[in-house]
C-alpha cells in the first residue's frame, strides 16, 4: 500500500513571496489533514477535510493561509504572503475516519 | 479550549531501564487516545490507540499504555527500553468540539537511550 506522498521535501523562500505544498493521500481515505509543526514543538492542525469539505480549519490563519481537497482526494495548501514565523515542518496526514492518522515525510519550509 | 499536556520534554534513560512517558488531557467527556512515534529520520507512526474497553493497552514494540479516566491521564510505558527506542513520542487526543472531532497533539517527548 503506498503511503501518503508530499512535494516538495524541501523549499526556502523569502518573506512576502508565495508557497504551496501538495499532498496526494492513502487511497480511499476520506479524511485528510494539514499540520504545521514548529521546531520543538508538537504538530499544530491547521485544517482538517472529510472528503472535499472543511470539517476544523480553527487554527489556519485564514489572511495568509488557504488550502483545497477538489474532487476528495489530494490537496493543496498555500502560503501568501510568507513570514519568518512560517518557518516550519508541513505534514499532512489522512486516515479512515477517525481511525490511526498515517503521516507524509513532511514538507520542511524556511522563510528567509 | 481542548489541551494534552506532556510534561516530559526530554527524558535520557540507559538501556534496560524502564520508562514512563505522561500525558494529560482536559477534556472530560468521551475520548479516543494515540501515541505516535518518530523515529530518526521516519515518519510519524502509530504507537498505540485507546477508544473503549480495557483501558491497558498494548501496543507494538512493548509498548504499552493506560486510560486512567479519573485523572485524564493517558501514560506510556516500557518496562525495558532499547538503544533502538530513541524517538520523539507523542500524544494525541481526538474528542468532540463544536459538533465535530477535534484532534489535539500534545508537544512531545524526546527519548534518548544510552547504551
Known amino acids: 500500500e503506498a503511503g501518503v506522498a508530499q512535494s516538495p521535501r524541501y523549499k526556502i523562500i523569502e518573506k512576502r513571496q508565495s508557497v504551496a505544498f501538495w499532498c496526494n493521500p492513502i487511497?480511499?481515505?476520506?479524511?485528510l489533514y494539514w499540520y504545521q509543526q514548529i521546531l520543538g514543538q508538537g504538530p499544530k492542525l491547521l485544517i482538517q477535510?472529510?472528503?472535499?469539505?472543511?470539517?476544523?480549519d480553527s487554527q489556519l490563519p485564514k489572511d495568509r493561509f488557504s488550502a483545497e481537497r477538489l474532487k476528495g482526494v489530494d490537496s493543496t495548501l498555500k502560503i501568501q504572503p510568507a513570514k519568518l514565523e512560517d518557518s516550519a515542518v508541513y505534514l499532512c496526514?489522512?486516515?479512515?475516519?477517525?481511525?490511526?492518522?498515517?503521516f507524509g515525510p513532511g514538507t520542511r519550509l524556511l522563510v528567509l | 479550549a481542548q489541551s494534552v499536556s506532556q510534561h516530559n520534554h526530554h527524558v535520557i534513560l540507559s538501556e534496560a531501564a524502564s520508562l514512563e512517558l505522561g500525558c494529560n488531557y482536559s477534556y472530560g467527556g468521551t475520548v479516543n487516545l494515540f501515541w505516535y512515534v518518530q523515529y530518526p529520520g521516519q515518519h510519524l507512526q502509530l504507537l498505540l490507540k485507546?477508544?473503549?474497553?480495557?483501558?491497558l493497552v498494548k501496543g507494538i514494540k512493548g509498548f504499552e499504555a493506560e486510560f486512567i479516566k479519573s485523572k485524564f491521564s493517558f501514560n506510556l510505558r516500557k518496562p525495558s527500553v532499547q538503544w533502538s527506542d530513541t524517538a520523539e513520542y507523542f500524544c494525541?487526543?481526538?474528542?468532540?468540539?463544536?459538533?465535530?472531532?477535534?484532534?489535539?497533539f500534545g508537544t512531545g517527548t524526546k527519548l534518548q537511550v544510552i547504551p
Open positions: 485507546y477508544f473503549s474497553g480495557d483501558p
Open positions: 494525541a487526543v481526538i474528542a468532540p468540539s463544536g459538533g465535530y472531532q477535534k484532534v489535539t
Open positions: 496526514a489522512s486516515s479512515w475516519g477517525l481511525e490511526t492518522q498515517y
Open positions: 477535510f472529510q472528503n472535499n469539505g472543511v470539517v476544523d
Open positions: 487511497s480511499g481515505h476520506a479524511t
